[in-house]
């Protein structure tokens, strides 16, 4: 082979290593390019290495998210949108990257790609949309620019993520001028938030007097408060008698999910299950008995991952509670991860020494474990739901 032919080699060699090489965080060559915001090196592996200019680290994230959540210019970002570089990716957690250009309040990068065709109210399950996003974080800049039609923004000020709109977020991070941002552009001051509170109930549950002035003439009358004016608004909010009702409302929205949850569950109706544990979640967050039974529905629906979140969830919040690591168990028999199970069911058992349905399941994942690779099934069905073992 002669000289050049080594060379050529040696560089096919070192191009096809470059395209494989990911770091801890799944991180390619060109998403740290990008992240740098360095324009040349996102050339040079998109043309000479032939690396996808879409390729996602563990958690979603395309070269793209992060030449705008951390890139130092606009130019990366340009240039991978101009090499096909998909602006409505988005990543594990639903997060496209307008969400951080917005979150950053860079109207350059927001301009660039609504431009390309980036959806202004993409949804994600976790953060609502990019305004509500931005306005989560008192983000002004990021605000103004998504609700500017005349930047072909025009973002819907009234899209909420559980009762959550932009609105209800901005009173609660105390932005006045995001407020009126939102109610210029007609977001809806009436409407209710998941515990059924309107804006101007929590500026008043917070003591937000000028939140309350701004928000008193967008606001209809609320036939439970006697005195309606800004002074009547926040009196009667903070009385004994309001603090009661909101207690009172918050046990009977608890105890209504957890039970059509657990219906569900009874009925092997697994995703409607999830919904309203998450909805029990949601309203408190602090039983443990739900996580245990959303973790079994994730188990019946084989996520594990999912299934083991929440167990550790009631870990934390009832470290005394078999039925917690019981699940973790289960889980982690799921996912293979066969020492991990065997604490978690010894732990189990420690806690409920008379259960024998814990002592057989700490039994089967030894007898599992000690299965030929081959032999052991990734997907093992979860046992029938029985109300005796909780």
Excluded at 305 to 315: F, G, H, M, V, W
Excluded at 356 to 374: F, I, N, T
Aim: hydrophobic share 40%; proline share 4%; net charge neutral.
């Amino acid at each position: 082979m002669d000289k050049y032919c080594k060379q050529k080699a040696k560089q096919l060699l070192r191009a096809n290593e470059l395209l494989r090489a990911k770091d801890i965080r799944g991180r390619s060559v060109l998403h740290i390019a990008a992240a740098g915001g360095d324009t040349a090196l996102c050339k040079f592996f998109l043309k000479t290495v032939k690396i996808d200019v879409n390729i996602t680290d563990f958690k979603g994230h395309t070269p793209l998210h992060y030449a705008i959540a951390e890139g130092h210019n606009f130019m990366a970002s340009s240039f991978l949108l101009n090499q096909g570089a998909n602006p409505n990716l988005a990543s594990d957690a639903g997060l496209t990257p307008l969400y951080y250009a917005a979150v950053k309040g860079k109207k350059d990068q927001m301009k660039l790609l609504v431009l390309k065709g980036a959806q202004v109210d993409a949804p994600s399950l976790i953060k609502g949309t990019p305004l509500r996003f931005a306005a989560e974080y008192g983000v002004k800049e990021g605000v103004k620019f998504l609700l500017d039609h005349k930047a072909n923004a025009g973002a819907d000020p009234n899209l909420s993520l559980q009762g959550e709109s932009p609105l209800t977020m901005a009173v609660l991070v105390d932005d006045a001028e995001i407020i009126k941002c939102l109610l210029k552009a007609g977001a809806d001051a009436n409407a209710i938030d998941f515990y059924d509170f309107t804006p101007i109930e929590l500026a008043a549950k917070a003591g937000k007097v000028a939140l309350i002035n701004i928000l008193f003439d967008a606001t209809a009358r609320i036939p439970h408060i006697p005195n309606w004016s800004c002074q009547g608004i926040l009196e009667y909010t903070n009385s004994e008698e309001a603090i009661e009702k909101r207690v009172s409302k918050v046990i009977s929205k608890f105890l209504g999910a957890r039970d059509r949850g657990t219906q569900a569950l009874e009925a092997n109706d697994y995703q409607s299950a999830i919904y309203w544990f998450t909805e029990a979640i949601t309203t408190f967050p602090l039983e443990p008995c739900v996580y245990v039974d959303r973790s079994l529905c994730w188990m019946r629906l084989n996520d594990a991952k999912r299934a083991l979140s929440d167990a550790e969830q009631c870990i934390k919040l009832e470290p005394e509670f078999w039925r917690g690591h019981y699940r973790s168990g289960e889980a982690h028999r799921m996912l293979q991860d066969y020492d991990m199970a065997k604490e978690a069911f010894k732990t189990a058992i420690k806690f409920c020494p008379e259960n024998k349905e814990l002592q057989d399941a700490y039994s089967e994942v030894l007898l599992e474990e000690a299965m030929p690779v081959g032999e052991r099934d990734r997907r093992r069905p979860i046992a029938d739901y029985d109300p005796s073992l909780f």
